[in-house]
């Protein structure tokens, strides 16, 4: 490698210094995904560790396919209910989130009015959506993808 002399016009040192910028992000990355081949990802096991509610989420949002609007709305006192006789949040997750999905559902195609215009809802909450919601849940900042 040339390293240039002092004399060297601020151009080329200028751009030396860019080149060792780029060398260092590219052993930074290189680096990472050493360490994720050898130890695997840390996020995407993170991810993997909750796939599990996913799962229970889905399951409970066919259950409640068979419940009245009235039965799905009564939910909420049932999770109050359970909250104070001693159950945590994290135990009514599952369930709380299934009543959110098949709300949802049960929305799809019905006229809202958002800031003076009507909108059709036309969406139920996808699995990485789901997913984000627990991560925020938790208290763990997060990004996702678009």
């Known amino acids: 490698m040339i390293v240039p002399q002092s ?4 151009i080329y040192k200028e751009l ?22 050898i130890a695997g990802d840390y996020n995407q096991k993170q991810l993997n560790k909750l796939r599990p509610i996913v799962k229970q989420i889905n399951e409970f949002s066919t259950e409640f396919d068979a419940l ?3 039965q799905i709305k009564g ?3 049932e999770f109050k209910e359970r ?3 001693g159950e945590t ?6 369930e709380a989130f299934a009543v959110v999905k098949q709300a949802c559902k049960r929305m799809l195609g019905s006229q809202i009015e958002v800031k003076g215009e009507m909108m ?15 991560i925020l849940h938790k208290g763990i ?5 678009t």
């Open 7 to 10: 004399n060297t016009s601020g």
């Open 16 to 37: 030396f210094s860019c080149y060792l910028y780029i060398l260092a992000f590219e052993h930074d990355n290189m680096f990472k995904n050493i360490i994720n081949f």
């Open 68 to 70: 009245s609007d009235v």
């Open 75 to 77: 939910k909420t006192q």
């Open 83 to 85: 909250l104070a006789k």
């Open 89 to 94: 949040l994290d135990d009514i997750l599952p």
């Open 120 to 134: 059709t809802r036309n969406m139920v909450p996808y699995d990485v959506q789901l997913l984000g919601g627990i």
């Open 141 to 145: 900042i997060i990004e996702m993808k």
